[in-house]
């Protein structure tokens, strides 16, 4: 019995005609065909019209990255703007600081 299961079984096969019958072939061309997209008169814009029309995601993503990109560029430019003026008001506070200094050195420290 064991022998049995170790033994290879061989079947011929016999193929008198196609598998499928008329009927599923019928509903195949039907599948297939109708899928085809007929053009619809309708709206007649050619295939360019409506290519040039509908936006590629990559040029999407190119005018996202520009609108950010000019954003970054407006905010560089005024932390620029206000890292110049801040070094003038630093400049305005070390004159004042000397001169202060100065006046001080002067009147003061004679009559000590």
């Known amino acids: 019995m064991s022998n049995a299961w170790n033994q290879t079984c061989r079947m011929k096969r016999l193929v008198v005609g196609p598998m499928t ?7 195949w061309v039907r599948r297939i065909n109708g899928n085809i997209l ?5 709206n007649s814009q050619s295939i360019e019209e409506h290519l040039q029309v509908v936006p590629f995601e990559l040029e999407i993503i190119k005018q996202d990255f520009e609108r950010r990109n000019a954003e ?9 703007e ?4 801040l070094r003038l008001d630093a400049d ?7 001169r202060l200094r100065k006046g001080k050195a002067k009147g003061g420290g004679g009559s000590r």
């Open 21 to 27: 019958t008329p009927e599923y072939n019928e509903w």
């Open 38 to 42: 007929e053009p619809n008169h309708e």
């Open 72 to 80: 970054l560029e407006k905010k560089i430019e005024q932390m620029e």
């Open 82 to 85: 206000e890292k110049m003026k």
């Open 92 to 98: 305005v506070q070390k004159l004042e600081a000397e």
